[in-house]
């Protein structure tokens, strides 16, 4: 699958972002999807996952704040973020791997940054 992101932008602290990430190609419900982000000067970061049946994971860091979810209808992935803090800025990545195949594909990226 080609993966887009978008919905990054600049926001406030403990303010809200949702991202997403729309799949092209066949067989998107096939796969299982992730956020990845990267901060300046950091390595790449996992940040939450979703099964292809829905069940989900996230890293400590953002529990209980975003919200990773999938519309297999729409081949599109979200990433709803609330009370954002500063350490949230990264650029945020969207990452799929075929449950079958094992295929996997990175999107290009979106920039959020979280102001104080």
């Known amino acids: 699958v080609q993966l887009q992101a978008s919905g990054g932008g600049l926001v406030q602290a403990g303010g809200s972002l949702r991202l997403s990430c729309a799949a092209s190609?066949?067989?998107?419900?096939?796969?299982?999807m992730s956020w990845y982000r990267q901060a300046p000067g950091r390595q790449r970061q996992f940040v939450a996952h979703i099964t292809s049946d829905g069940t989900t994971n996230y890293v400590d860091s953002v529990k209980g704040r975003f919200t990773i979810s999938r519309d297999n209808a729409k081949n599109t992935v979200y990433l709803q973020m609330n009370s954002l803090k500063p350490e949230d800025t990264a650029v945020y990545y969207c990452?799929?791997?075929?449950?079958?195949?094992?295929?996997?594909?990175w999107g290009q990226g979106t920039l959020v940054t979280v102001s104080s």
């Open positions: 990452y799929a791997r075929n449950s079958f195949s094992g295929l996997t594909s």
């Open positions: 190609g066949s067989s998107f419900s096939a796969n299982a």
